[in-house]
C-alpha cells in the first residue's frame, strides 16, 4: 500500500497522545504524588496532539466540508467508529483537564482517569480494526495489528511522559513511570518482531490464477491495459525498492525499540534525567518510520492485476 | 429544513422506519442489507474465448460514463508526458502456457457487483452501497467523502478515485442506461456490451435461471474471480476451450 503521510501523522500522533494520558491517568489513579500544574501541562500536551492528528486526518479526505457525514454508517465501519470515538475522547480529555483545574472532588477525578484508559483502549482498537478487519490484506488481517497500535501507543506515550516528568523535575512520578514505560516498550518490540517475522513468512493467498481463473502453471501478464497512470498504479504501491524497504525496517527497530530501551536502562541505573528526553526525541521520526513500514508491506491483491505496463 | 440536517435525518440508520406514519405503501427500500440475499443481481459474463482485446469496451464505457450521470471522468495531464485518467473497465493481455503452446488471453475486467461487496460495509458515510432492487453497487458522488478506505476494501481494484473530482468512482453497470425508457428497447444495455463486436460480454440477471447469463454460466463452467475471498463476484468468466482448431500445430505433434 501506499503510506499517506496525513494518515501517517495521524495514527502516531494520536497513538502517543493516547499513551501519554493513559500514562498520567494511571499515575493518578495509584495515588502518585504530583504537580497539579505539570499534570495540567501534560494533558494540553496530550490534547494538542490528538488535535494535530485530528486535523491530520482531515488532510487525507477529499471532501472535507463532508467529512460530518463519516459518523452515520457506525453499524458497519470501523472507520465511522473511529470518527465518533475520537472527538469523543478529545471531549473526554478536555473535561479531565478541566476536573482537575477546578479542582473537582476525588470521585469524579478517579472516574474521569479511567475513562481515559478505557477511552484510548476503544480508540485504539477501533483505529487498528480499520486495518485489521481488511480480510485480504493478510499482514494487516491478524490480532497482531491491534496489539502493535495499543502497545506502540503506549510505549511511545509513556516515554514521552518519562521525558516530561524528567525534565520538570517530577521525581516521584519519574519512579512510577520509569519501569511502566521501559515494560511497555520492551513489550511492544516483542509483538513488532512477531509482526514482522509473520510477515515475513506469510503466503499470498491470491495468485494470477486466482485473480483471473486461467489455470496454467505459467501465466505472466503482458498488458496491464493502459500506458498511462491510474489511481490502480499509486494508491496501492509504495513505490520505493525493496532495499529501502529493509533499511526503513531496521532504522525503525532501533530508534523506536533498542535505542529507548538502552535508555531507558541508562536513565534507570542512575540519576540522570537526559536519557528520556533523547529516547523521546529518537522515537518520535521512528514512530512514522514503523507505520510506514506497516503500509508498505501490506500487499494488496488488487496489484495482481496491475503488474507490466506492455 | 437545511439539506444537511435533513441528511442526517434520512440517514441509512432510520430509512425504511421513517416516514411510514403517514403513508400506507411500504417504503421502498433503496439500498441492500449486508449480507441480504437479494431476488434480482444483475451482471455482467464474459467469454474468455472470443475477448479479442479491441479496447472498444473500454472506450465506449469512458465515452458513456464521461457524459453521463456518473461523469465526467476527468482525465489529468491528457496530452502530457505523465497522463492519468479515470476508467470503469480495463482490458487487460496475459500469456499462459509454454512456448510453444501458449495462449494470449484478454481479460476485461470492471467492478463485479459482488453479492457480499466487502466494499460497502466499510463506507464511513454510506455513499457506497448496493441497490436492493438489482444488485448493482453505486457511489453517491453527493455523499462521497473521497477517504480511499472503500479502495482498500476492493480485492480486485475495481475502484478508481476520480482525482479532479476527489470522490470515488466505479463502473455503474451502466444503470443510466439499462431502465431508460426513451432508449430502443435493444439499446438498454451496458455500454461495453453494446461495443463488443465479438459478443464477448453478457448482460443480465443470474439470478433468474432462464437468463441468458444464467445458462451461459450454467453450460460453460461460468466462474468468479478471486473465490477465496468470499465476495460472490456477480460478475462471471467462461473460460476457454481447447478446440481441435485452437490447439496449434507444434503442440499437436
Same mark, same amino acid.
Given at each position: 500500500?501506499?503510506p499517506?503521510?496525513?494518515?501517517l501523522?495521524?495514527t502516531?500522533?494520536?497513538?502517543?497522545?493516547?499513551g501519554?494520558? #493513559?500514562?498520567?491517568?494511571?499515575?493518578?489513579i495509584?495515588?502518585?504524588?504530583?504537580?497539579?500544574?505539570?499534570?495540567?501541562?501534560?494533558?494540553?500536551?496530550?490534547?494538542?496532539?490528538?488535535l494535530?492528528?485530528?486535523?491530520s486526518?482531515?488532510?487525507?479526505?477529499?471532501h472535507?466540508?463532508? &467529512?460530518w457525514r463519516?459518523?452515520?454508517?457506525?453499524?458497519?465501519?470501523?472507520?465511522?467508529?473511529?470518527?465518533?470515538?475520537?472527538?469523543?475522547?478529545i471531549?473526554?480529555?478536555?473535561?479531565?483537564?478541566?476536573?482537575?483545574?477546578?479542582g473537582a472532588?476525588? &470521585?469524579?477525578?478517579?472516574a474521569?482517569?479511567?475513562?481515559i484508559?478505557?477511552?484510548?483502549?476503544?480508540?485504539?482498537?477501533?483505529?487498528?480494526?480499520?486495518?485489521?478487519?481488511?480480510?485480504?490484506?493478510?499482514?494487516?488481517?491478524?490480532?497482531?495489528?491491534? &496489539?502493535?497500535?495499543?502497545?506502540?501507543?503506549?510505549?511511545?506515550?509513556?516515554?514521552l511522559?518519562?521525558?516530561?516528568?524528567a525534565?520538570?523535575?517530577?521525581?516521584?512520578?519519574?519512579?512510577t513511570?520509569?519501569?511502566?514505560?521501559? #515494560?511497555?516498550?520492551?513489550?511492544?518490540?516483542i #509483538?513488532?518482531?512477531?509482526?514482522?517475522?509473520?510477515?515475513?513468512?506469510?503466503?499470498?493467498?491470491?495468485?494470477?490464477?486466482?485473480?483471473?481463473?486461467i489455470?496454467a502453471?505459467?501465466?505472466v501478464?503482458?498488458?496491464?491495459?493502459?500506458?498511462?497512470?491510474?489511481?490502480?498504479?499509486?494508491?496501492?504501491?509504495?513505490?520505493?525498492?525493496?532495499?529501502?524497504?529493509?533499511?526503513?525496517?531496521?532504522?525503525?527497530?532501533?530508534?523506536?525499540?533498542?535505542?529507548?530501551?538502552?535508555?531507558?536502562?541508562?536513565?534507570?541505573?542512575?540519576?540522570s534525567?537526559?536519557?528520556?528526553?533523547w529516547?523521546?526525541?529518537?522515537q518520535?521520526?521512528?514512530?512514522?518510520?514503523?507505520?510506514? #513500514?506497516?503500509f508498505?508491506?501490506?500487499?494488496h491483491?488488487?496489484?495482481?492485476?496491475?503488474q507490466?505496463?506492455? | %429544513?437545511?439539506?444537511?440536517?435533513?441528511?442526517l435525518?434520512q440517514?441509512?440508520?432510520?430509512?425504511?422506519q421513517?416516514?411510514?406514519?403517514?403513508?400506507?405503501?411500504?417504503?421502498?427500500?433503496?439500498?441492500?442489507?449486508?449480507?441480504?440475499?437479494?431476488?434480482?443481481?444483475?451482471?455482467?459474463v464474459?467469454?474468455?474465448?472470443?475477448?479479442?482485446? =479491441?479496447?472498444?469496451?473500454?472506450?465506449?464505457?469512458?465515452?458513456?460514463?464521461t457524459?453521463?450521470?456518473?461523469?465526467?471522468?476527468?482525465?489529468l495531464?491528457?496530452?502530457?508526458?505523465?497522463?492519468?485518467?479515470?476508467?470503469?473497465?480495463?482490458?487487460?493481455?496475459?500469456?499462459?502456457?509454454e512456448?510453444?503452446?501458449?495462449?494470449?488471453?484478454?481479460?476485461?475486467?470492471?467492478?463485479?457487483h459482488?453479492?457480499? @461487496?466487502?466494499c460497502v460495509?466499510?463506507?464511513p458515510?454510506?455513499?457506497s452501497?448496493?441497490?436492493?432492487?438489482?444488485?448493482?453497487?453505486?457511489?453517491d458522488?453527493?455523499?462521497c467523502?473521497?477517504?480511499?478506505?472503500?479502495?482498500?476494501a476492493? @480485492?480486485?481494484?475495481?475502484?478508481e478515485?476520480?482525482?479532479?473530482?476527489?470522490?470515488m468512482?466505479?463502473?455503474?453497470?451502466?444503470?443510466?442506461?439499462?431502465?431508460?425508457?426513451?432508449?430502443p428497447e435493444?439499446?438498454?444495455q451496458?455500454? =461495453?456490451?453494446?461495443?463488443?463486436?465479438?459478443?464477448?460480454?453478457l448482460?443480465?440477471d443470474?439470478?433468474?435461471?432462464e437468463?441468458?447469463?444464467?445458462?451461459a454460466?450454467?453450460?460453460?463452467g461460468?466462474?468468479?474471480? %478471486?473465490?477465496?475471498?468470499?465476495?460472490?463476484?456477480?460478475?462471471?468468466?467462461?473460460?476457454?476451450?481447447?478446440?481441435?482448431a485452437?490447439? @496449434?500445430?507444434?503442440?499437436?505433434?
Amino acid at each position: 500500500m501506499h503510506p499517506a503521510f496525513s494518515i501517517l501523522f495521524f495514527t502516531t500522533l494520536a497513538g502517543a497522545a493516547q499513551g501519554l494520558l #493513559v500514562a498520567l491517568a494511571l499515575a493518578q489513579i495509584s495515588g502518585v504524588s504530583m504537580d497539579s500544574r505539570f499534570v495540567l501541562q501534560a494533558i494540553t500536551l496530550g490534547l494538542v496532539l490528538l488535535l494535530a492528528g485530528l486535523a491530520s486526518s482531515f488532510l487525507h479526505l477529499g471532501h472535507k466540508m463532508r &467529512a460530518w457525514r463519516a459518523v452515520l454508517m457506525w453499524r458497519t465501519s470501523w472507520m465511522s467508529r473511529e470518527v465518533i470515538v475520537l472527538p469523543a475522547y478529545i471531549g473526554l480529555t478536555a473535561l479531565w483537564w478541566l476536573a482537575l483545574y477546578t479542582g473537582a472532588d476525588d &470521585a469524579l477525578t478517579q472516574a474521569l482517569a479511567w475513562a481515559i484508559v478505557f477511552g484510548a483502549i476503544v480508540l485504539w482498537y477501533c483505529t487498528a480494526m480499520i486495518y485489521a478487519c481488511l480480510r485480504f490484506i493478510q499482514e494487516w488481517a491478524h490480532w497482531s495489528t491491534v &496489539a502493535n497500535f495499543l502497545l506502540i501507543g503506549l510505549a511511545s506515550g509513556s516515554v514521552l511522559a518519562c521525558a516530561l516528568a524528567a525534565s520538570s523535575g517530577q521525581a516521584a512520578l519519574l519512579s512510577t513511570l520509569a519501569p511502566w514505560a521501559t #515494560v511497555a516498550t520492551l513489550l511492544a518490540a516483542i #509483538v513488532r518482531w512477531f509482526s514482522l517475522r509473520r510477515n515475513s513468512s506469510l503466503r499470498p493467498a491470491s495468485t494470477l490464477q486466482s485473480a483471473t481463473g486461467i489455470q496454467a502453471k505459467r501465466l505472466v501478464q503482458k498488458s496491464m491495459g493502459m500506458s498511462a497512470g491510474a489511481f490502480n498504479t499509486r494508491e496501492f504501491f509504495h513505490g520505493a525498492s525493496q532495499l529501502a524497504l529493509r533499511n526503513v525496517r531496521w532504522a525503525f527497530v532501533l530508534g523506536l525499540f533498542v535505542l529507548p530501551l538502552g535508555l531507558a536502562l541508562c536513565a534507570l541505573s542512575s540519576t540522570s534525567t537526559w536519557p528520556w528526553a533523547w529516547a523521546a526525541l529518537i522515537q518520535a521520526p521512528a514512530l512514522i518510520a514503523e507505520r510506514w #513500514v506497516f503500509f508498505a508491506q501490506a500487499k494488496h491483491p488488487q496489484n495482481l492485476y496491475y503488474q507490466v505496463v506492455g | %429544513m437545511i439539506q444537511w440536517l435533513k441528511d442526517l435525518l434520512q440517514s441509512p440508520l432510520t430509512e425504511g422506519q421513517g416516514g411510514a406514519a403517514q403513508d400506507t405503501s411500504p417504503p421502498v427500500r433503496v439500498r441492500a442489507r449486508q449480507g441480504e440475499t437479494l431476488a434480482k443481481q444483475l451482471a455482467l459474463v464474459i467469454d474468455l474465448n472470443v475477448c479479442v482485446g =479491441c479496447q472498444a469496451c473500454v472506450t465506449s464505457c469512458k465515452q458513456w460514463n464521461t457524459s453521463g450521470s456518473a461523469g465526467p471522468l476527468s482525465d489529468l495531464n491528457a496530452y502530457g508526458a505523465n497522463p492519468s485518467g479515470t476508467f470503469f473497465n480495463r482490458v487487460q493481455t496475459y500469456e499462459a502456457g509454454e512456448f510453444p503452446g501458449t495462449e494470449t488471453i484478454h481479460f476485461p475486467k470492471s467492478c463485479l457487483h459482488c453479492e457480499d @461487496p466487502p466494499c460497502v460495509p466499510v463506507c464511513p458515510t454510506g455513499a457506497s452501497y448496493k441497490r436492493a432492487e438489482d444488485g448493482i453497487v453505486l457511489v453517491d458522488y453527493d455523499k462521497c467523502i473521497g477517504c480511499k478506505y472503500c479502495a482498500w476494501a476492493c @480485492p480486485y481494484g475495481a475502484r478508481e478515485l476520480d482525482e479532479e473530482r476527489q470522490v470515488m468512482t466505479k463502473c455503474t453497470l451502466c444503470v443510466d442506461r439499462v431502465y431508460d425508457p426513451l432508449l430502443p428497447e435493444a439499446d438498454r444495455q451496458p455500454a =461495453c456490451v453494446q461495443a463488443c463486436p465479438t459478443n464477448a460480454r453478457l448482460f443480465g440477471d443470474i439470478k433468474d435461471p432462464e437468463s441468458v447469463v444464467s445458462k451461459a454460466i450454467r453450460e460453460r463452467g461460468g466462474y468468479q474471480l %478471486m473465490p477465496e475471498w468470499e465476495t460472490q463476484a456477480a460478475n462471471h468468466y467462461l473460460p476457454r476451450r481447447i478446440t481441435a482448431a485452437s490447439t @496449434p500445430p507444434a503442440a499437436k505433434e
